[in-house]
């Protein structure tokens, strides 16, 4: 289950940079509105803070 999540969280923080990547691309020619892009921008910082806490677990429960 814990592989799952963490695979799930990854998957959406990567959705997240291509989206923003592809705004990046467009300019002024995207859609996203500058809450949209402040959402993923969260969902990022999220992401990789959790991803990042997930891996200080399941190497500690190893050792």
């Known amino acids: 289950m814990q592989l799952t999540n963490f695979n799930m969280i990854s998957n959406s923080v990567e959705n ?5 990547s592809q705004h990046k691309v ?15 921008m969260d969902m990022i910082k999220v992401g990789e803070n959790r991803t990042s806490s997930n891996n200080e677990i399941i190497g500690f429960s190893l050792n």
Do not use: H, T
């Open 16 to 20: 997240a940079k291509f989206k923003l």
């Open 26 to 40: 467009q300019g002024q020619e995207s859609n996203l509105s500058i809450f949209q892009v402040a959402k993923l």
